[in-house]
């Protein structure tokens, strides 16, 4: 099930706008990128342009600017600047923050960590703001009610996929990850209706991912893919599509960083409904692993 923007569903609020341009911005074309890097960049001054105006500004076209609008969720250009123009009011007002500037290579180390703070602060919230909840709880009631649930990622996204089975066994569900992609697939051959399959990428199109999540789409499982890449390869075999954010790259921040940290927003909040659904097990498992690792430690 491929998430949608514009054409019915909901524009999104002023403050979810920046997060909309940093997550479908590398998916665009050139001409849409520089039409969306520059309301991010520039909310007041957009907000006062025509659609023409912004046309000449990004080197565009009218229907360039269009296109852009309706991708970042708004039926048209006007409720676009409707948009810019509240985005500007919270940053002059302080409640919006403006766009940080690169970590320096000559940068002081207290310079360093607030920069990498508000950096995750900031993906955190953009996250947040895009999360489609009515997919997030689909994907909850899936995984609450699953047989077994197996979770693939790799490099950073394989840390993160470990995060969340570990979480899931301690409340008592049968929960594997998967980053070896020959185990991943094999596994997902055992899988079927009833079961759940989560893959974790957040280019959307790690093939080492994207295959097993096939297999399991196909072989009739739940399938739920977390992405920064909504309209990537990976969400072709997802049911229920969770999109991250992320802070941009940089030299000195590789993009395993920050998408990370959206990453496991997504699984926190993920395993705490799940949690939720499934108390009456959920904290009697969860009461019992504590005791294990508490007598463990005391031995």
Known sequence: MKETFGDGGAAPAPAALAAKVRTLAPSMTRSMQRVAEAVANDPAGCAALTVTGL??????????????????????????????????????????????????????????????????QQTLADTAAGLDTVQLGAAVSAAAAARRIDVYGVGASGLVAQDLTQKLLRIGLIAHAHSDPHLAVTNAVQLRAGDVAIAITHSGSTGDVIEPLRVAFERGATTVAITGRPDGPVTQYADHILTTSTARESELRPAAMSSRTSQLLVVDCLF????????????????????????????
């Not at 659904?277 to 019992?288: D, I, V």
């Open 272 to 299: 705490v409904g799940v949690a939720q659904r499934t108390y009456e097990t959920a904290a009697p498992a969860l009461a019992a692993s504590y005791e294990a690792l508490a007598h463990r430690h005391r031995r």
């Open 55 to 120: 046309a000449e500004l990004t080197g565009t076209s009218e229907a360039t600017v269009v296109r852009t609008a309706r991708l970042l969720g708004y039926p048209g250009y006007r409720d676009l600047r409707l948009a810019l123009a509240g985005l500007a009011a919270q940053q002059q007002s302080g409640r919006a923050p403006a766009i940080t500037t690169d970590i320096a290579v000559d940068d002081p180390i207290a310079d360093v960590v607030a920069k990498l703070a508000y950096d995750e």
